[in-house]
């Protein structure tokens, strides 16, 4: 459209006197006959094709759709179309296209990797615009308060500060990622790997052209809307449903659990998929789905769920997993004995006995709660039926666990399901599970049409997945020396009315509750249990962030009772090559936990003598103030534990000198598209620039496994490097030249060793062509070399793990006990750092969703189903943060590379914690931290001087 063209745009509203209409967007003229009362994010989106401007929550609570009225930043989901009558409306596209103050934001998004999954990248730069235009040269706290209003789950925000700081400032901007031991800059790199290159994907995002789940649904598409339950636990009965189809004009058909033709169950794991489709006869949390209405727009959004026929019997309901224990507790599922899904348990040596000879031992109790995911795209996709076939648009993590899900579902054969991922706006877990797919796919499939779905808000909070809440009795020891002796934990985790990933967090929990530590007495416990709340399933860390925060929080104590430094304690204590694990595995050269700790001892020590000055100025000046550093580490096994975990990349290059990766590893904002390129490149042998990338799809694409549990660096780099290698010697015995170092690739010419005295070249247009449009082609997959563990937990769970360390110095008002955040190093062990830029993003982004679940973060069930009663960290709350990659690199990775997704915020809480204990004193152990959980256990502790 260009701004000479008048838009005419028909609107429908039921309740609004319909109104004559216009004003500007991006420069154009639109004239509007119609409701005054809709959502200008509506009117931009369905009616102008605007899909830019995203929608997060419709309450303007995430800032996703912000835009420009009249040069100020609004929520267009707050805006009614009224109030932008005769005034001016700009989105990112449109000043990306006018403004030069947008281009300049847009290209240093881009070089300081401030956008990942890029969801919030249009309102972040929109708000930015309007700040630049008033103050070019902005100062910290200006950005802060320019754009609080935005939310952001994957960047930390750091990168957003900078990029808007350093966005019209011609200056050399120096990075904040800091070399530590064995992280010397890496200059051997022939084309890629170590090179910050930016993301593959990241021009489409700062553009506002990335298309995720909610942008992709066909105009005709009909819109599916479910029927949830009200209650946590309760039996129902549903009326005639045929009745009210007929009753209602513009509503195609009723779906329960009736229509399904295949298996009305769910799940990730195999022997534990439990989750109706349709809840029959009972659900068991609330916001479980019953039946699903399908129709068109106006009739969907318009329908009173209060007409829908369904008889509700409230029942009790079990929330508290203790209770749900109890031998006369009922059962959620009749297979289960006192409701426990499953049990963990790792084992060596005799952790009584040690903690019984030990010199000094603690033990405390630790509780945390359900932590929501939060990302600010919610559930969203489409369904079309394509003859006997079944396609699938939209957010997934892992579309061929998604495709075999929906094979048994719908019973048809995998081959007849199509997954197409979209752009996903965040997922940290969650987006493995099912949602929206068996809905608009039984539904497409009955009515031959498209069919479209998207959560709201409350939707999205009410039934999808969560952090398991946990309960934590752990008990450690130590000798004379300060060295371990002995540690006993026992663990319960709620993993909400279905499995979900329950028996991955019951099983993994043990294996990592040691920390990153050498403890020759050990013995692990934990429990999964059902009870009616939400599912619990993945996230970030799969239980090992709770149990670091119980472990390294009882390391702080041993070493305060040892008299010791607690870094000195970490040092003196942490896991070396070629020393035992819990599981009884060995590294020959890969631990790289020393090493991280080591990076953090300047800023330590440092640390600790500002924060002994800081408190002795507050206590001369009668200041509330105090402040405080801690200490924390962590590690975590990369792939399934104990499982198969194999990915497969195929590549080809074609006639015309055109190379295409197909790579099907999901890319949430952590750059799998860029990194697994980069390795291919290195590995191939030419300039990332000339591949041309065919992402996820599952016709398209093999099987990359799912994007979770830290994998997609390791496992999929391997693959897409084996990949390389074989392609590399198939084009060796096509050119006689078994060895070549160089290779280019012109137009249709293939050459090798252009420089050399065994140069070769072919030409590939007279090389016969496969029935997949090659004319070279490989396939190859990499499974991690792990091994099944015994009754006792020894074995080999993980091929590699990563490692981490960080530091918090923060402050404490003890008379409110409030907290503000100081600052943040974090030294992660990255194997090698493929491309550093993504290792800084990760790990600035893991760090924030650390100090949520420190100091903020607890989903309620029934209560906190939106995201102004759910607090999660803003663009305020975020300090700076030191990044120290370190580089201890592993035999089994691509180029020495290890998983990083994960470590990243399993130390951030547990060192909050340490520095909060620190500055005034307070143990918290039950979290989140909030200022009265503080002041309650100052008081409690004599208060502080």
């Avoid at 059902?530 to 925060?549: D, L, M, N, S, W």
């Avoid at 050269?589 to 020393?594: A, D, K, L, M, Q």
């Avoid at 060793?753 to 016969?768: Q, R, V, Y």
């Avoid at 563990?789 to 490692?803: H, S």
Wanted: charged letters at 20%.
């Amino acid at each position: 459209m260009t701004p000479s063209e008048t838009t005419m745009v028909e609107q429908t509203d039921s309740i609004a006197v319909p109104q004559s209409l216009q004003f500007q967007c991006n420069g154009e003229r639109v004239e509007l006959q119609g409701a005054s009362t809709q959502r200008l994010s509506s009117v931009l989106r369905e009616q102008l094709g605007q899909y830019d401007v995203k929608i997060g929550c419709n309450a303007g609570d995430c800032g996703a759709c912000t835009v420009l009225l009249d040069g100020e930043p609004v929520c267009a989901c707050l805006t009614a179309i009224g109030q932008v009558n005769g005034r001016k409306v700009e989105t990112v596209q449109g000043l990306g296209a006018s403004d030069s103050v947008m281009r300049l934001l847009q290209e240093s998004f881009l070089s300081k990797g401030a956008a990942q999954c890029g969801i919030c990248t249009p309102g972040m730069l929109v708000s930015a615009v309007s700040l630049l235009r008033e103050k070019p040269v902005p100062t910290e706290q200006e950005v802060k308060n320019a754009l609080g209003g935005v939310l952001c789950r994957c960047t930390g925000y750091r990168k957003i500060i900078d990029a808007v700081m350093c966005a019209t400032q011609p200056i050399e901007h120096v990075d904040s990622v800091q070399e530590g031991r064995g992280g010397q800059a890496r200059q051997e790199a022939l084309y890629s790997v170590g090179v910050p290159l930016l993301k593959l994907d990241g021009q489409a995002k700062v553009e506002g052209t990335d298309r995720f789940g909610d942008d992709v649904a066909p105009p005709d598409a009909r819109v599916c809307r479910l029927i949830r339950s009200p209650f946590h636990h309760a039996s129902f009965t549903l009326g005639d449903l045929g009745q009210f189809v007929s009753q209602h004009d513009g509503i195609d058909c009723v779906l329960s659990a009736a229509d399904i033709p295949g298996i009305n169950l769910f799940g990730v794991i195999p022997p534990f998929i439990d989750q109706p489709v349709f809840a029959e006869q009972r659900t068991r949390f609330k916001g479980e789905a019953i039946a699903a209405v399908i129709g068109e727009v106006s009739c969907i959004e318009s329908l009173d769920l209060q007409e829908f026929p369904v008889s509700w019997h409230e029942e009790a309901a079990m929330l508290d997993p203790l209770a749900a224990m109890q031998e006369d507790a009922p059962q959620l599922h009749s297979q289960t004995t006192r409701n426990v899904l499953c049990e963990g348990l790792v084992q060596c040596g005799d952790a009584n006995a040690a903690l019984e000879r030990s010199y000094k031992r603690v033990k405390g109790t630790f509780t945390t709660g359900f932590i929501e995911h939060a990302y600010i795209e919610p559930e969203a996709g489409f369904a079309r039926r394509v003859g006997d076939s079944i396609e699938i648009h939209g957010c997934t993590q892992a579309p061929y666990m998604n495709r075999d899900s929906l094979a048994q579902i719908m019973a048809l054969d995998e081959g007849c399901i199509r997954i197409v991922p979209t752009s996903v706006g965040g997922g940290f877990g969650s987006k493995l599970d099912l949602s929206y797919q068996p809905y608009v796919a039984l539904a497409a499939w009955k009515l031959g049409q498209p069919v479209r779905m998207t959560f709201s808000r409350q939707e999205s909070m009410q039934a999808s997945t969560k952090r398991h809440p946990s309960r934590l009795e752990v008990e450690i020891g130590v000798d004379n020396q300060g060295r371990l002796c002995g540690f006993r934990f026992d663990g319960i985790f709620n993993t909400g009315a279905y499995a979900s990933w329950g028996p991955t967090v019951a099983n993994r929990v043990p294996v990592h509750a040691s920390g990153p530590y050498y403890i020759a007495d050990y013995r692990a416990h934990t429990y999964g249990v059902y009870t009616h709340c939400a599912p619990a399933g993945a996230f970030r860390g799969f239980g090992v962030p709770q149990a670091a925060i119980a472990q390294e929080s009882l390391f702080d104590e041993l070493a305060l009772a040892m008299g010791m430094d607690r870094l000195k304690f970490r040092v003196l204590n942490a896991l070396d090559n070629k020393q035992r694990t819990v599981t009884g595995q060995e590294f020959s050269s890969s631990v790289g936990i020393g090493e991280c700790l080591q990076a953090l001892d300047t800023p330590w020590r440092e640390g600790l003598a500002d924060a002994e000055a800081f408190n002795k100025h507050a206590v001369g000046q009668g200041s509330p103030l105090r402040r405080g550093v801690g200490i924390a580490s962590g590690w975590y096994g990369c792939g399934n534990t104990s499982l198969p975990n194999p990915s497969t990349i195929k590549a080809g290059i074609r006639a015309d000198g055109k190379i295409c990766l197909h790579q099907g590893a999901v890319d949430l904002g952590q750059g799998s598209n860029t990194v697994i390129a980069q390795i291919f490149a290195e590995t191939l042998g030419i300039p990332i620039e000339t591949i041309e990338l065919v992402g996820a799809d599952s016709y398209l694409t093999p099987d990359a496994g799912k994007t979770s549990a830290s994998r997609q660096t390791f496992v999929s780099g391997n693959a897409a490097r084996l990949t390389a290698l074989a392609l590399r010697k198939q084009i060796a015995r096509q050119v006689n030249c078994p060895v070549f170092q160089q290779l280019h690739i012109q137009g249709d010419t293939l050459s090798v060793n252009s420089d050399e005295k065994d140069a070769a070249s072919i030409s590939l247009s007279e090389l016969p062509v496969n029935d997949q449009g090659y004319v070279l082609m490989a396939v190859e997959s990499y499974d991690p070399p792990t091994q099944p563990m015994d009754e006792n937990g020894q074995g080999i769970p993980y091929a590699q793990y990563g490692y981490a360390a960080q530091m918090v110095s923060l402050d404490v008002d003890i008379r409110l006990g409030t907290i503000r955040l100081h600052r943040i190093s974090a030294a992660h062990d990255v194997g090698r750092a493929i491309n550093p830029l993504l290792v800084e993003g990760q790990i600035h982004g893991g760090v924030a969703q650390g100090v949520g679940l420190a100091l903020m973060e607890e989903f309620i069930p029934g209560r906190t189903e939106n995201l102004h009663d759910y607090l999660v960290p803003t663009i305020g709350d975020i300090p700076a943060i030191d990044t120290f990659i370190v580089e201890v690199e592993d035999e089994h990775g691509p180029y020495g590379a290890k998983g990083l997704g994960e470590h990243v915020l399993i130390p951030t809480a547990p060192a909050i914690l340490n520095a909060i204990a620190h500055a005034s004193g307070a143990r918290i152990r039950d979290l989140p931290a909030t200022p009265e959980k503080v002041l309650n256990a100052i008081n409690a502790n004599g208060g502080s001087d």
